[in-house]
């Protein structure tokens, strides 16, 4: 069972908070090997961005980890516009440091 990979939306897409946890309930106690995609832990929003290599929708769900609230949100310190895809801008976007100062996953 997975909650996402590099060509589906995101869950968090079209799922809040308490969906998502029963959603990961589910997922995790089922039979067999959960697969969880990397910022699914923490809640990464699927970004609605033009397709980057033809991949339709999938863009979105690749944009890079987010690590903490400094530039970029952690993941490069270079400009904004040299990365390859852009971070959450939200000003409540899931970083992993969030997550660890609530406990552990966000969810």
Known sequence: MLTCNHDTIRPRYNLDERELKLAYATIFTLPGVPFLYYG????????????????YFRTGSRSPMQWDDSKNLGFSSGKK???????????????VAAS??????IL
């Open 40 to 55: 699914d832990e923490i809640g990464m929003r699927y970004l609605d961005l033009p397709t980057k290599e033809g991949g």
């Open 81 to 95: 516009e040299d990365l390859y895809l852009p971070v959450d801008e939200s000003e409540d976007a899931p970083t």
């Open 100 to 105: 660890e100062a609530a406990g552990g996953c």
